[in-house]
Each structure stands twice: as structure tokens, then as C-alpha cells.
């Protein structure tokens, strides 16, 4: 079979046949039994990040056995899809320098994990800036007098970014290369879509195109079209996404259109764009996701959002204890009622976008399964509680797949 026809089923293998072929709608009907991945069949599959709780089974120091057990279930019940949150990050599947200095476990129990219960997986993330080891970027090449003092920790790091002598252009590129061929190829025909590069745009004015990562400063601006060239030679079948943040912003969005067209003139296998669609009371709005949607579906390429989430309220918890004392400083003033009408109402908009532009969009994951695993716990971002009970958004959000046929054949 070509390339040209595997890469279009494999499309599709993340869009049902109707939503691709453009036929007929009609209605469909939802109870309160309705799941996400029912309520969106025929238009896209909805998946969720899972931690290694998840994938293991193994309670941690912040989840018991039993809150690990009903998250699983939630998971195999609500989505069709999972990505993992960390274990297949450059830090967690490759803490250690060289072709000895694999931890694969966490990485397998996921990929197992997906294949026992039937969920498509997703790869996240082969090259970017965060939970990269220092190993990779080190060498005998003295940093440049600009770079950052150890200690000081830049925007969008979780640490101070390596400042010691660094390896050269060559030993970068290698190191990428030899760690993205082993991990695509060992997941090869299990995991469908890769995470290839992740978040390379600058986030500040339009001067900038690509954040001053060490891998832009080291290797320079073709370190992306590398690493999607090293994907591609691993698993021609993958599906090569990029991926980043704050695409809902006109600046940043635009750069995305400049990289990408110009990869895609490189001739580079790219293959679908991820927007992350990490969202709050201002950026979760249709408007906001309408007209971001719109720019990107210029570039013709499917779009997936890849790890939705939405902060709609200042803080909050859903403490239904009489403790209002602490609802209050919890949602700084509001109520768990009125944290939630504000969830309710951005899910709403931010859906009925979604399903205006269902032609374009493949896949939509939220970036945990419920709101006690998020990253953004405090926000109460997602549609399950710490309980993983649904949250009146999610009702809404079923009620908006609903409204909005699905295609037949
Ligand atoms: O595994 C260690 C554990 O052993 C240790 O005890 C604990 C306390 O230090 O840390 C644990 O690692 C944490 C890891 O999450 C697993 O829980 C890291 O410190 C922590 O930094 C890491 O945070 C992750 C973050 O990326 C790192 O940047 C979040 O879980 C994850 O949700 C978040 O996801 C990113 C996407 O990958 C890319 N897009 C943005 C998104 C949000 O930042």
C-alpha cells in the first residue's frame, strides 16, 4: 500500500468514514446513559491524558487504589482515545545519555494499557524545550555569554535551563535522532499519532517566530523538519502532528500558519496540527475558538485538540462539606453553583465551536481524566469531578453533540 493511501486511512482511522465523507446528517437522540465517545461518534474521537496511575493500575501518594479504580473506569467508559500526560516525555522513557539509558516501563504499561481496552494512543512528546534532560543538550562547546545563569528559571520551564558547555549542531541532531527512531519505532503500528515537536513558537510579539529553545540555539531553526524527518523514517505510518499552546491568540496563531506552510513547502511529513486548547473565562469562548479554528483549517490539515481543558472560575473546589468559609476562599468569593454555571456556559460555546468546524476536527482530548489529576486542579477545569462524577458542563456538552447530527453513510 503507498504512503500517500496509509497516511489517508490512517486519517481517517481518527475520523470515521462519515465525517470524511461528507454524506447526509441525521438526527441522534442522547439519555443520561449518553457517553462522550457515543455522543461524538461520526464526528471525532475524544480521549483524555492519563497519568501512571492509570496505566499501572498502582495507587500513588495523592490517588487510593479506589479513586485509581474509578478513574480507569471513567477512562474505558467515556473515551476512545488517551494520550500519556508524562510517561513518554524525553525525561521519564530517556533519563540517562546513550542507547543504555532507556526507562520503557511506564511508556509499555501505557501502550498496553490502550491496546487491552481498545483506545487509540497518541505519543506525546519526541522533542521539546520541557522535561528534556540536561544530558542531551551537553557537550564541550562553552555556552554563549547570553545564556541563562544556572538558577534562573524562564517562562514556560518547569526548572532553570541547562547552562552548562553544550554539544554541538551534529551531536544534537544525532542524540534526536537515534532517541526518535527508538521510541517511534518500538511503538510502531500501536501508538498512531506522535507529538513530533512541541510548542516551537514564540509566545511575545510577531518578531519572533520560534521560542530561543536550546534546540533552536544549538542545532537552529531546521531542528523541527529534522525531527519530523527522523519520525517519519521510524513509522512512515504514524500520524506527525505538531503541537503547541494559546492558539486561540490572532499573534501566535498567525506564526503557527507562517511555520507550517513553511514545513509543509519543505515538503516535510506533517501530517496533523494539535492545538492544546489549555482555556479560560476569556480564551473559552465560541468566538475565541470559532476564529482560532478558522485560521488554522486554512492550512488544510486535519486539526486535533490535544489537551482541552478550561478554567472558568477564579479558584475552586467542589467541597460539599457546610464549610461555605471555604467554598468561599476556595473560589475566591463565588460558589461551587456559580463556578460551575460559568464552566457550563464556556463548555457550551467552546463545543459549539468545535462542531462548526467538525470537518476539520479529528480528535478532541482533555488533559485529564477528571478534575482531582489535573494539572489545573485548583481550577476544577474538566468535566468529571475529584469523583469522576460528571459536572452539569458535561450534560451540556453532550446536549451540544447532539444537537449537531451525525454524518451517516
Ligand atoms: O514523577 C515525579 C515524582 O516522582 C515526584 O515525587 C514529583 C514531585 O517532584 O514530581 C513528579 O513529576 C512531576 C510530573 O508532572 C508527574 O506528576 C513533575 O514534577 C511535574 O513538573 C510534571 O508536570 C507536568 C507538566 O506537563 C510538566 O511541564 C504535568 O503533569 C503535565 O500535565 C504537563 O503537561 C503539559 C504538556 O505535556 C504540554 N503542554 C502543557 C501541559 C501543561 O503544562
Given at each position: 500500500m503507498n504512503r500517500l493511501t496509509t497516511i489517508t486511512l490512517a486519517v481517517l482511522l481518527l475520523a470515521p468514514l462519515a465525517a470524511i465523507s461528507g454524506a447526509a446528517e441525521s438526527p441522534r437522540s442522547a439519555d443520561e446513559s449518553t457517553t462522550l465517545k457515543e455522543a461524538f461518534q461520526g464526528h471525532f474521537l475524544v480521549g483524555a491524558a492519563i497519568n501512571r496511575t492509570h496505566a499501572t493500575g498502582q495507587s500513588d501518594s495523592r490517588r487510593t487504589a479506589q479513586q485509581v479504580e474509578q478513574e480507569i473506569a471513567l477512562i474505558k467508559s467515556q473515551f476512545n482515545q488517551i494520550t500519556a500526560e508524562n510517561d513518554m516525555k524525553w525525561v521519564n522513557?530517556?533519563?540517562?545519555?546513550?542507547?543504555?539509558?532507556?526507562?520503557f516501563a511506564p511508556a509499555d504499561a501505557f501502550v498496553a494499557f490502550g491496546e487491552k481496552h481498545g483506545l487509540q494512543l497518541v505519543g506525546?512528546?519526541?522533542?521539546?524545550?520541557?522535561?528534556?534532560?540536561d544530558w542531551v543538550f551537553a557537550g564541550t562547546n562553552p555556552p554563549p555569554a547570553?545564556?541563562?545563569?544556572?538558577g534562573k528559571k524562564e517562562p514556560?520551564?518547569?526548572?532553570?535551563?541547562y547552562a552548562g558547555p553544550r554539544a554541538s549542531r551534529a551531536e544534537l541532531l544525532e542524540r534526536m535522532r537515534e532517541h526518535i527512531h527508538t521510541v517511534v519505532a518500538r511503538y510502531k503500528g500501536k501508538v498512531?499519532?506522535?507529538?513530533?515537536?512541541?510548542?516551537?513558537?514564540?509566545?511575545?510579539?510577531?518578531?519572533?517566530?520560534?521560542?530561543?529553545s536550546l534546540w533552536l540555539q544549538i542545532i537552529g531553526p531546521d531542528y523541527i523538519a529534522k525531527a519530523f524527518q527522523y519520525a517519519h523514517e521510524a513509522d512512515p505510518d504514524a500520524i506527525l502532528r505538531y503541537n503547541d499552546y494559546r492558539l486561540e491568540d490572532p499573534v501566535k496563531v498567525q506564526k503557527l500558519v507562517t511555520l507550517i506552510k513553511s514545513l509543509r513547502e519543505q515538503k516535510v511529513p506533517i501530517h496533523a496540527i494539535g492545538t492544546q486548547?489549555?482555556?479560560?473565562?476569556?480564551?473559552?469562548t465560541f468566538e475565541q475558538i470559532d476564529r482560532s479554528l478558522t485560521e488554522i483549517a486554512k492550512l488544510g490539515l486535519p486539526i486535533h485538540i490535544t489537551e482541552l481543558d478550561l478554567k472558568a472560575a477564579q479558584g475552586g473546589r467542589r467541597?460539599?462539606?457546610?464549610e461555605v468559609a471555604a467554598n468561599a476562599a476556595a473560589t475566591q468569593g463565588g460558589l461551587v453553583a456559580d463556578a460551575d454555571e460559568r464552566l457550563t456556559r464556556a463548555y457550551e460555546g467552546v463545543f459549539r465551536a468545535i462542531m462548526k468546524h467538525r470537518n476539520s476536527v479529528k480528535l478532541v482530548t482533555f488533559w485529564?481524566?477528571?478534575?482531582?489529576?489535573?494539572?489545573?486542579r485548583p481550577g476544577n477545569p474538566?468535566?468529571?469531578?475529584?469523583?469522576?462524577q460528571p459536572k452539569p458542563a458535561f450534560k451540556a456538552v453532550i446536549r451540544v453533540a447532539t444537537e449537531t447530527p451525525a454524518k451517516i453513510n
Amino acid at each position: 500500500m503507498n504512503r500517500l493511501t496509509t497516511i489517508t486511512l490512517a486519517v481517517l482511522l481518527l475520523a470515521p468514514l462519515a465525517a470524511i465523507s461528507g454524506a447526509a446528517e441525521s438526527p441522534r437522540s442522547a439519555d443520561e446513559s449518553t457517553t462522550l465517545k457515543e455522543a461524538f461518534q461520526g464526528h471525532f474521537l475524544v480521549g483524555a491524558a492519563i497519568n501512571r496511575t492509570h496505566a499501572t493500575g498502582q495507587s500513588d501518594s495523592r490517588r487510593t487504589a479506589q479513586q485509581v479504580e474509578q478513574e480507569i473506569a471513567l477512562i474505558k467508559s467515556q473515551f476512545n482515545q488517551i494520550t500519556a500526560e508524562n510517561d513518554m516525555k524525553w525525561v521519564n522513557i530517556h533519563p540517562r545519555e546513550g542507547v543504555d539509558g532507556y526507562e520503557f516501563a511506564p511508556a509499555d504499561a501505557f501502550v498496553a494499557f490502550g491496546e487491552k481496552h481498545g483506545l487509540q494512543l497518541v505519543g506525546h512528546t519526541l522533542v521539546w524545550h520541557n522535561q528534556t534532560p540536561d544530558w542531551v543538550f551537553a557537550g564541550t562547546n562553552p555556552p554563549p555569554a547570553s545564556a541563562n545563569p544556572s538558577g534562573k528559571k524562564e517562562p514556560g520551564y518547569m526548572r532553570p535551563v541547562y547552562a552548562g558547555p553544550r554539544a554541538s549542531r551534529a551531536e544534537l541532531l544525532e542524540r534526536m535522532r537515534e532517541h526518535i527512531h527508538t521510541v517511534v519505532a518500538r511503538y510502531k503500528g500501536k501508538v498512531k499519532v506522535w507529538d513530533v515537536v512541541n510548542e516551537a513558537l514564540d509566545n511575545g510579539g510577531p518578531e519572533n517566530l520560534l521560542r530561543n529553545s536550546l534546540w533552536l540555539q544549538i542545532i537552529g531553526p531546521d531542528y523541527i523538519a529534522k525531527a519530523f524527518q527522523y519520525a517519519h523514517e521510524a513509522d512512515p505510518d504514524a500520524i506527525l502532528r505538531y503541537n503547541d499552546y494559546r492558539l486561540e491568540d490572532p499573534v501566535k496563531v498567525q506564526k503557527l500558519v507562517t511555520l507550517i506552510k513553511s514545513l509543509r513547502e519543505q515538503k516535510v511529513p506533517i501530517h496533523a496540527i494539535g492545538t492544546q486548547a489549555h482555556l479560560n473565562a476569556t480564551t473559552g469562548t465560541f468566538e475565541q475558538i470559532d476564529r482560532s479554528l478558522t485560521e488554522i483549517a486554512k492550512l488544510g490539515l486535519p486539526i486535533h485538540i490535544t489537551e482541552l481543558d478550561l478554567k472558568a472560575a477564579q479558584g475552586g473546589r467542589r467541597s460539599t462539606g457546610a464549610e461555605v468559609a471555604a467554598n468561599a476562599a476556595a473560589t475566591q468569593g463565588g460558589l461551587v453553583a456559580d463556578a460551575d454555571e460559568r464552566l457550563t456556559r464556556a463548555y457550551e460555546g467552546v463545543f459549539r465551536a468545535i462542531m462548526k468546524h467538525r470537518n476539520s476536527v479529528k480528535l478532541v482530548t482533555f488533559w485529564g481524566a477528571n478534575d482531582a489529576v489535573s494539572w489545573r486542579r485548583p481550577g476544577n477545569p474538566l468535566l468529571f469531578d475529584g469523583n469522576s462524577q460528571p459536572k452539569p458542563a458535561f450534560k451540556a456538552v453532550i446536549r451540544v453533540a447532539t444537537e449537531t447530527p451525525a454524518k451517516i453513510n
